[in-house]
Structures are given as structure tokens and as C-alpha cells.
């Protein structure tokens, strides 16, 4: 008894010691030997991560993203000194935001470009393509986003799914390639969302914040999860042949639903940031590339007898996010929230694509046969040119 | 722990107080277009708040320093003064902004020097700087007076410059060392006046340096301004009488930018480029001015009133080079 509690207590103290040198090292380097490790002179670094144009007033969001505290000095626009007003107070902390409101009778869809500059006298800038109203949440504005959120996800998805008694009738290899389509297309999109979240990353985001590191993280993590999961969940519910294909065809859906939520809130905030005229051909290119979504799901409960109103479901589960998305975006668009949906739908994309293709393996016994290969580069071919539209 | 809840009590309430009061008080201030804003952060406004900044333009406006007078046997004045370069000084040079000033005795500009015309000039100059420095006079006189080929070493480095004060006008000094546009833009620079020695008429006299900086070193100016502080005659108008003669030493030292140029509200003025020549050569409410360029304008208001001034090179005007004349009635025999 004594023996065990004792090398119980050199378990914890062994896995404890490590901890307090790293702390030890840190006081030390905090402290006594501050001085030692500066090298140069540390630069104020902030970043306009917002501008929005209300009646009468511009409003920035500003951050301090550099490695020392920030005081702000002055507001202009287009380079010209404007009196302004900071809330809550010009100080800013390592990484806290503050409202800047410059009083400017502004014109729509002219360009404008805001700038701050600190009291070292360093200035930053961010440039507006076309000033537009910003959003005020308002009942008929949601109503107008569910509409496009319906035309974009919903409707799309819906016909996408029509194809499925048409994947019910064929054969095996024609069956397979369709599955494999299913795997290009999904390929694809989990590309599109990473590809997506560097370019607002480093638009909007400040290096201090890692975003591309944040967009691995999520993805991995996303990824992780939800192989883990569904592996519980298959393992757990006695398999039986048609209920595997049905929790694919569901996780297919909740893959593709977090990508239409990072698409809607893509939407959402070119219209509340003013940098889209949202075209009906931008809504058709948008509703012509997610009619392949539908295809993703269809595909692997084609060979199962599925009631129409489970059907139903999984293409809500897929499509209706994007109106979520687009409120999301167009209302409390944050650049961290956008990344972070996106590289999550990147993760579960490719978690489902792993299963699809693992199934094919296990009914084929190799992966390298014609209806494939030929699947999955059609797949990637068809989303290629359906984004063109885009 | 009576004691302990205590305190968390007491410093809660005292916390959430002021906290509550921040929230209350609630700042206003009023834009060009005279709309009205009101916060309860801070107010950013270089524009309208009248600030108090190291540097003095309303003292600067109308200080001439004639030196230590005192004369030769051959009963020449001889006029003696002593300008310390400095290039440590971090300066408030508009509202919030802190920049690393150069100065000749402590200011941007510099002390303006004023002599008459054959005065022997003496300047005895001392660079209690971390780099060489000169001074460089623009006028007349020998070579080794011009302060360019004799940079005076840094931290104590004496020279003496001496000269006969000539041509009659309003001049620039500045520092001549390589880089010297880095010696210019931050900030060593003056003028140099030379009177005639028929005195030109009694006026109310001002001297206006139109200059810029360069606060993030991107080669472009961030700020303009007469006299050094942005809009600082705008919220500190400029007071003068109806009737009264009024005579502008204006000298433009803006770097970066070819051209500056001063243009009077609701009067025009006579204008003698350079100062050489007692005759004005144009009159007119607009001058433009190159690096350096510099000229006396005389003007008087009949009607009082706040007049601005200004460049009409508007980028400027609205990032500082803008003020205002407060004009008044004289109060005509008052008391006799």
C-alpha cells in the first residue's frame, strides 16, 4: 500500500518537475534578464480589421496585433486629418479592439481609404473599394438573405438529390464512378474552403494571429473529431447494410452544411462589407456549383431504400446553413468566424471523402480501376468549370 | 475573512462607481459641418481642441532677436548671437504625435535672427548634437561663411560664421550636412531678416514658416502647417485691428513637395518676393512658393471678422497649413 502511494507521488512529482523549470525559465526571463534577449526595437503594429459606412459616420475597428501597447492619435480620410471620437479610450493593450467613429458625409459606391496613425506618428491604412450603406439588422434584410441563402444552398441541393433514382437504377461500375464523383467533387470543395480561409486570413487578419496556423488547427481538428465519432457511432450501432450508407449520406450532409455555412458567410459579408454587387448571375454560377452538392449525397444512399422525408432532411442539414451563414456574415461578420467555419467544413469534407473511399475499397478491393479514377477526376473537373460562374 | 469580503465589497463598489461615471460623462464635439458627436471615449481632434503643445506659434509669430548689439570702431554695429543645434528632442508637433525634432535653440523653426542691412553679423554656433552640423545662410558672403564644406562635429563643436548682413530681405537659414534632406526635414531650419536701414513703415509684423512633417518616414508629409503646429492658428486665431498695416515674413521650408503656396480670405496683399526690393511686384490674394522660396506680404482689413488663410493646395490645408485672422474694430482715440 505504501509502496504504490509512493511511486504514485514520484508519478506526479516526475511529470510536475519539467513544469516548474519552464515556469522558473520564464520568471527569469521576465525578469532579472529582461534585457538580455531585446534585440532592436520592438514596432507598434495595429490593424484596421473593419470599416462601415453609417449615415453621416465611419466606423473602424482597430486592433493592436503588434508586440507593445498602442495609443492612437488621429483619423483621416483619403489622407486628409478628420476630428474623430474612440471608444472606449485611445489606449490599447496587446491585441485589444477599439471603435473608431469619424463624422464624414461619405458617397456611395466612391472608394475611400481610412487611416490611423499612432502617436509615433506611423500611420496605417486600409483601403474600401466601393463605400456602401452597412447593414442595420434589420427583419426585411434577413428575410432578403434567407431568400438568397435558399436560392444558393437549399434549391440547388434539392435538385442535386433528383438524381438519385437515376444512381438507383445503374449498375455497379456505373454505381462506383458515381461515388467516386462524389469524392472529386468533395475534394474539391475542401480545397476551395482552405483556399478561402487564406485569402480572408490575409486579408483581415494580422500575422500576429496565425491564421493560416489556425486554419491547419481547425481543419485537423475538425477532421479528428468527427472520424472519431463516426467511428464510435458505426461501431456501436450493430452495422447493418443499410444503415452504413445512410450515416454517410449524413455525415456527407454535415460536411457540405458547414461549407455552405462558411459560403454563406462569404455571401453575407460581401454584401454587408459593400465589396459585391450581388449579380443574379453571381446567385446562378453559386446555384449551378451546389447542385453538385446534391449529387455528393445522393450517391451513397442511392442503394438503400431511404423514406423521401429522411431524403428531405439530409438536404436541409446541407442547404439551409447557408442562410444561417449569410446572417451570420452579413450582420456580426468576423473575419476569426469565418475561418473558423470554414476550415471546420474543410475538416469534416475530407473526413467524409476518407470514408467514401475506404467503402469503395472495401467493396472493390483496390481503388485503381477505370470507373474511379474516372469518377474522381470528372468530379474535380465539373466543380472546376461550375466555379468559373462563380 | 470578515476583513477579506469586506475589502471585496468596498473596492467592488468603488470600481463599479467609476466605472458607471465613465459611462455617464459623455464628451460632444462638433465637425466641420457643424454636426454633433457625442461619445463616451476619447476625442481625436487636431483640428478644433485647442491643445497646449511644447512649442509656442503665437510666440514664435512676432519674436525677432536683434543679438547682443554693440559697435566697432569704425562705428559698424556688430551683432552678435549664439544658436545650439540639438538633434535629441522628442516634440509634441501636433496633438497626440511625437516626433524627433532637430532644433537650433530648442524650436522648429529656429530663433529668426533680424539685422540691418551692413550690420557685421557674428553667430556663434555650438553643435551639442549626436551628428556634424552647420548653419547654412542664404544672403551674400564669403565662402568659408557658407556653412557647407565646415561641418561642426558633434557634442561641442564650435564655429563662429561672421558677415556683413546683406541683400536687404527675409532669408533662410538651415543646416547644410549630408543627408541633407533628413537635416532639413527634421527640423533645422529659421529665417534671417535683413532691414534696410531706412526702416520700412511701422506695421504689425509676423513671421510664418510654412513647413511639414515627414512622421513615418515614407517620404510623403503627414502634416503641414505656418509655423510648425497643424491648425494651430485656426483654434488660436490670429488677432488684428482694422486699418492697421500688417506685414507677413513668409519662408516655405516644406520638403517632399515641390510646391506650396498662402492664400488670404476676403483681401489681397502687396507682395515682395524675397524682400529684395522696397516695391511690391504683384498684388494679389495667391503666391506659390518652391523649397525655400520666401517673400513679404503687407495687407490691411477694413471690415473685422475671422479671416482664414491658408493653402490653396487643399491636401495641405486639411492636414494643418490653415488659419485664421481675427480681425477687430481699432478702437479709434479711446480715452483721449
Request: hydrophobic fraction near 40%.
Given at each position: 500500500m505504501e509502496e504504490i502511494k509512493k511511486s504514485r507521488i514520484r508519478l506526479i512529482a516526475s511529470g510536475l518537475i519539467p513544469f516548474a523549470f519552464l515556469i522558473v525559465m520564464m520568471l527569469y526571463l521576465f525578469g532579472p534578464s529582461s534585457g538580455l534577449l531585446e534585440f532592436g526595437v520592438p514596432l507598434p503594429e495595429i490593424t484596421i480589421e473593419k470599416v462601415e459606412f453609417l449615415e453621416y459616420e465611419i466606423h473602424v475597428t482597430v486592433r493592436n496585433t503588434g508586440p507593445i501597447p498602442v495609443v492612437i492619435a488621429m483619423a483621416d480620410v483619403n489622407d486628409r486629418i478628420q476630428p474623430a471620437a474612440i471608444e472606449p479610450d485611445k489606449f490599447l493593450e496587446r491585441f485589444e479592439s477599439v471603435l473608431v467613429r469619424i463624422p464624414f458625409s461619405w458617397n456611395t459606391s466612391e472608394p475611400y481609404t481610412i487611416g490611423i496613425t499612432l502617436d509615433d506618428g506611423v500611420r496605417f491604412e486600409k483601403f474600401t473599394e466601393a463605400a456602401t450603406p452597412a447593414i442595420k439588422s434589420d427583419y426585411e434584410l434577413a428575410g432578403f438573405f434567407a431568400i438568397i441563402g435558399t436560392y444558393v444552398g437549399i434549391i440547388p441541393v434539392m435538385i442535386g438529390l433528383l438524381w438519385l433514382p437515376f444512381i438507383k437504377r445503374i449498375g455497379k461500375n456505373k454505381y462506383n464512378f458515381f461515388l467516386a464523383l462524389t469524392v472529386g467533387l468533395l475534394f474539391f470543395l475542401g480545397i476551395d474552403a482552405l483556399l478561402e480561409g487564406f485569402e480572408i486570413s490575409k486579408e483581415n487578419i494580422s500575422a500576429a494571429f496565425n491564421g493560416e496556423l489556425l486554419i491547419i488547427t481547425v481543419t485537423l481538428l475538425s477532421f479528428l473529431g468527427l472520424y472519431y465519432s463516426a467511428e464510435k457511432l458505426t461501431s456501436r450501432t450493430s452495422l447493418t447494410a443499410s444503415s452504413k450508407p445512410f450515416a454517410i449520406g449524413l455525415m456527407i450532409a454535415i460536411g457540405i452544411g458547414l461549407h455552405n455555412l462558411g459560403e454563406g458567410l462569404a455571401i453575407g459579408a460581401a454584401i454587408g462589407l459593400g465589396q459585391v454587387a450581388l449579380s443574379t448571375f453571381l446567385i446562378v454560377g453559386f446555384a449551378l456549383h451546389n447542385t453538385t452538392e446534391g449529387i455528393a449525397i445522393a450517391s451513397p444512399i442511392a442503394k438503400t431504400k431511404s423514406p423521401i422525408f429522411k431524403i428531405i432532411i439530409l438536404g436541409l442539414i446541407a442547404g439551409a446553413p447557408t442562410i444561417l451563414g449569410t446572417w451570420i456574415g452579413g450582420f456580426f461578420y468576423s473575419p476569426y468566424t469565418a475561418i473558423i467555419f470554414l476550415s471546420m467544413g474543410a475538416g469534416a469534407i475530407f473526413q467524409v471523402m476518407l470514408i467514401i473511399l475506404k467503402w469503395l475499397y472495401q467493396s472493390e478491393q483496390k481503388l485503381v480501376q477505370t470507373s474511379i479514377v474516372s469518377g474522381v477526376g470528372v468530379g474535380m473537373l465539373i466543380m472546376y468549370i461550375t466555379s468559373i460562374l462563380v | 475573512m470578515l476583513?477579506?469580503?469586506?475589502?471585496?465589497?468596498?473596492?467592488?463598489?468603488?470600481?463599479?462607481?467609476?466605472?458607471?461615471?465613465?459611462?455617464?460623462?459623455?464628451?460632444?464635439?462638433?465637425?466641420?459641418?457643424?454636426?454633433?458627436?457625442?461619445?463616451?471615449?476619447?476625442?481625436?481632434?487636431?483640428?478644433?481642441?485647442?491643445?497646449?503643445?511644447?512649442?509656442?506659434?503665437?510666440?514664435?509669430?512676432?519674436?525677432?532677436?536683434?543679438?547682443?548689439?554693440?559697435?566697432?570702431?569704425?562705428?559698424?554695429?556688430?551683432?552678435?548671437?549664439?544658436?545650439?543645434?540639438?538633434?535629441?528632442?522628442?516634440?509634441?508637433?501636433?496633438?497626440?504625435?511625437?516626433?524627433?525634432?532637430?532644433?537650433?535653440?530648442?524650436?522648429?523653426?529656429?530663433?529668426?535672427?533680424?539685422?540691418?542691412?551692413?550690420?557685421?553679423?557674428?553667430?556663434?554656433?555650438?553643435?551639442?548634437?549626436?551628428?556634424?552640423?552647420?548653419?547654412?545662410?542664404?544672403?551674400?558672403?564669403?565662402?568659408?561663411?557658407?556653412?557647407?564644406?565646415?561641418?561642426?562635429?558633434?557634442?561641442?563643436?564650435?564655429?563662429?560664421?561672421?558677415?556683413?548682413?546683406?541683400?536687404?530681405?527675409?532669408?533662410?537659414?538651415?543646416?547644410?550636412?549630408?543627408?541633407?534632406?533628413?537635416?532639413?526635414?527634421?527640423?533645422?531650419?529659421?529665417?534671417?531678416?535683413?532691414?534696410p536701414k531706412e526702416a520700412r513703415p511701422q506695421a504689425d509684423e509676423m513671421v510664418m514658416v510654412l513647413n511639414g512633417f515627414d512622421t513615418d518616414f515614407d517620404t510623403e508629409n503627414n502634416f503641414y502647417a505656418a509655423n510648425t503646429i497643424p491648425f494651430y492658428y485656426q483654434h488660436h486665431p490670429i488677432q488684428i485691428s482694422t486699418g492697421e498695416l500688417i506685414r507677413i515674413y513668409v519662408v516655405n521650408m516644406v520638403e517632399f513637395d515641390p510646391i506650396n503656396n498662402f492664400h488670404l480670405h476676403g483681401n489681397l496683399y502687396q507682395y515682395y518676393p524675397t524682400g529684395t526690393s522696397l516695391v511690391p511686384s504683384t498684388f494679389t490674394d495667391m503666391i506659390t512658393l518652391s523649397q525655400t522660396e520666401r517673400g513679404i506680404m503687407e495687407f490691411q482689413y477694413t471690415y473685422p471678422g475671422k479671416y482664414l488663410f491658408h493653402a490653396h493646395k487643399v491636401e495641405f490645408s486639411e492636414k494643418g497649413w490653415v488659419g485664421l485672422f481675427l480681425v477687430q474694430e481699432t478702437k479709434e482715440s479711446s480715452g483721449e
Open positions: - | 476583513m477579506l469580503t469586506a475589502i471585496i465589497g468596498i473596492s467592488t463598489i468603488i470600481v463599479f462607481t467609476s466605472f458607471s461615471e465613465a459611462q455617464l460623462e459623455q464628451k460632444t464635439f462638433v465637425t466641420h459641418s457643424g454636426q454633433i458627436i457625442k461619445t463616451s471615449g476619447d476625442v481625436l481632434d487636431p483640428l478644433y481642441t485647442a491643445s497646449t503643445v511644447e512649442f509656442d506659434p503665437m510666440r514664435y509669430l512676432r519674436e525677432f532677436n536683434y543679438g547682443r548689439v554693440s559697435q566697432l570702431s569704425d562705428g559698424t554695429i556688430l551683432r552678435e548671437f549664439t544658436i545650439i543645434a540639438e538633434d535629441n528632442k522628442i516634440q509634441e508637433i501636433s496633438p497626440g504625435v511625437f516626433y524627433n525634432v532637430w532644433t537650433f535653440n530648442g524650436t522648429v523653426p529656429g530663433p529668426t535672427i533680424r539685422v540691418t542691412e551692413g550690420d557685421v553679423v557674428r553667430i556663434n554656433f555650438i553643435n551639442n548634437g549626436s551628428k556634424s552640423h552647420t548653419i547654412h545662410f542664404h544672403g551674400i558672403h564669403q565662402a568659408e561663411m557658407d556653412g557647407v564644406f565646415e561641418p561642426v562635429g558633434p557634442s561641442g563643436g564650435q564655429f563662429t560664421y561672421e558677415f556683413i548682413a546683406g541683400p536687404v530681405g527675409v532669408h533662410p537659414y538651415h543646416c547644410h550636412v549630408m543627408p541633407l534632406e533628413e537635416h532639413i526635414v527634421h527640423g533645422l531650419y529659421g529665417v534671417f531678416i535683413v532691414d
